[in-house]
């Protein structure tokens, strides 16, 4: 719990008058980072798994990964090269699948997480700022694509049931 703790007064500030929940902040990022920040976090601030899409003009880590198609899991390659933009991975073999946004620090990450949420009106219409409770917020980030995964919401749910005690004394 002590990760979570610290996790808590990011996931606060970074999520503070967005409508997002700071506690899917926190699960999400255990999701995609576990309990101690992964390689991706680590090498790129990039806590949330979050593509570099036609649309990123930073940075970006050529990460391995599973992508799910038609239900079936595909992994990627990748060389966990960075590159200073995205057509230069590309020119470098790199799949698009395998690029993933870099953030200068874990600040910038978490709110780019915010900014990227806001940013595509895939997540609106997926009701993800309409959602009353964390499941909910959980279910409408599925609706919307954020993963391909088809146990995406499962995982969270479970991650966030071994947590939960942690939100309700840290309102």
């Known amino acids: 719990m002590e990760y979570v703790r610290q996790l808590w007064a990011d996931a606060l500030k970074a999520t ?3 409508k997002l929940f700071p506690e899917v902040l926190v699960t999400q990022h255990i999701l995609e980072s576990g309990y101690s920040p ?20 930073g940075r970006v880590i050529s990460a391995p990964t599973i992508e799910y ?9 990748g ?16 799949s698009a699948a ?9 600040s910038e990450g978490f709110s780019g997480w915010v900014k ?3 940013s595509n009106p895939r997540y609106s219409r997926a009701g993800v700022f309409q959602a009353k409770t964390v499941p ?18 499962d995982k969270l749910a479970s ?13």
């Open 16 to 18: 503070q008058g967005t």
């Open 98 to 106: 395998s690029l993933f946004r870099v953030y200068a620090n874990r």
């Open 69 to 77: 198609i038609n239900g079936s899991a595909v992994k990627v390659p």
């Open 159 to 171: 991650i966030y049931a071994k947590i939960k005690g942690f939100f309700l004394r840290h309102p």
């Open 136 to 153: 909910e917020q959980f279910a409408a980030l599925a609706r919307a694509g954020y993963a391909t995964d088809p146990r995406y919401v």
């Open 38 to 57: 992964s390689k991706l976090a680590r090498d790129a601030n990039n806590y949330f798994g979050i593509k570099a899409g036609t649309t990123w003009t």
């Open 79 to 94: 060389n966990w090269k960075i590159y200073a933009t995205r057509a230069d991975a590309l020119k470098d073999k790199q």
């Open 116 to 118: 990227f949420l806001q």
